[in-house]
């Protein structure tokens, strides 16, 4: 049932010190924490503590995990202005005919017709311009050169001249060698401005030991963009929508997963971005789940009902976002504040680099 403040956005919230924000992930990743949220254990909030490596004795033969195998692009682009200056381009999405809708900075000097100048390593600038606003984000419209029209031709640009974007939370001084940091061992399919952090902790000698021991992985895509870490801001949650993001869920991930659940495994999601993907499929086959590929714009919050997962591997979020929602609507909101308190009591580690919590079927609403 739901509480009348689930939804209200500050009923979302929690302190956090900032020391508890992890700066770089741990190695090997399956040496993170993991709490494990199970009913029916004697623990007071049916929970234990462990680690990421004890997937191997948790899961089951003939369990699923779906992970997420987009690859975080090279972003983030340094721009100098015609009146001097500089400034940063976050590329978001591609529109058509070379243009991308942008995160500019400071973008209070990005008018319409502006024309803006990007470095190359090959002793050149280009020239981009400043096509239009977009309302919906705050965002720009940007024209890049005929050349770069396709996505394979983006990707070797930004391969030249980007950089991987961090959250803000990271302290770049004091973390290097991102590059690869921040990349999943599946990531493959490049689209993404952020990881899909969930899937950071399965390391090749966990994923290895899990396959020998009969867990399978299925793969899905979606490119991780606003709708995922675009921190919310109204209040009222009844009107709440979210950006879109590209999916695609095929139709061999759909036959791992009836199989499984026809064996009688269970089908857990690494990652919410894993969750949103399953769930928005499932729903735009009408009842059953078939391949999907698109944009999805779900929002899943308490009260939303669970068609394809399991259970969820999720690190820990920051407040007041969409993905405490989510978490939320699986274990219930009193709940998630409870287990993150206890996060914070037994020094867990928060945000990209940081922790897990495994939310096993028993202890989903």
């Given amino acids: 049932m739901l509480d009348q403040n689930d939804n209200l956005l500050s009923s979302y919230n929690y302190d956090l010190p900032n020391d508890f924000i992890a700066q770089s992930p741990i190695e090997p990743r399956h040496d993170a924490k993991l709490m494990i949220v199970n009913d029916g254990l004697d623990d007071a909030l049916n929970l234990m503590h462990g680690k990421i490596w004890d997937l191997k004795n948790i899961l089951r033969i003939g369990d699923l995990l779906v992970v997420n195998n987009t690859r975080v692009l090279k972003a983030k682009l340094k721009i100098r202005f015609s009146g001097g200056g500089q400034g940063e381009l976050l590329l978001m999405e591609p529109r058509d005919n070379g243009q991308w809708l942008c995160l500019g900075r400071p973008a209070r000097r990005m008018r319409s017709g502006d024309q803006l100048w990007l470095n190359t390593s090959l002793d050149n600038s280009l020239c981009l311009q400043v096509i239009d606003k977009d309302e919906s984000t705050g965002g720009r419209i940007i024209q ?101 993001e590209w999916v695609e869920v095929n139709e061999k991930a759909v036959k791992a997963i009836i199989n499984c659940k026809e064996e009688g495994g269970k089908v857990f999601a690494v990652g919410t971005t894993s969750v949103r993907a399953l769930e928005a499929a499932y729903l735009s086959g009408r009842g059953d789940l078939k391949p999907y590929e698109g944009k999805v714009n779900l929002v899943i919050k308490p009260g939303f009902k669970f068609c394809v997962i399991d259970g969820l591997l999720t690190n820990f979020h920051l407040p007041k976002s969409s993905l405490l929602l989510l978490v939320s609507a699986l274990i219930g909101r009193k709940r998630m504040l409870e287990l993150y308190n206890n996060a914070i009591a037994n020094k867990y580690r928060f945000f990209s680099y940081g922790d897990a919590m495994l939310i096993t079927p028993d202890s989903m609403i």
Wanted: with cysteine.
């Fill in 144 to 244: 890049f050169p005929s050349e770069f029209s396709s996505r394979s031709q983006m990707a070797d640009l930004l391969d030249l001249c980007g950089e991987v974007p961090l959250p803000p939370y990271i302290d770049k001084d004091k973390s290097n060698s991102h590059e690869e940091k921040y990349q999943t061992r599946f990531a493959s399919k490049p689209g993404a401005i952020a990881a899909p952090t969930a899937g950071l902790h399965l390391s090749d000698e966990l994923i290895e030991v899990l396959k020998l021991r009969g867990i399978k992985i299925a793969q899905i895509t979606l490119h991780v963009g606003l709708g995922t870490f675009r921190p919310l801001e109204k209040e009222d949650l009844t009107q709440l929508h979210l950006h879109s």
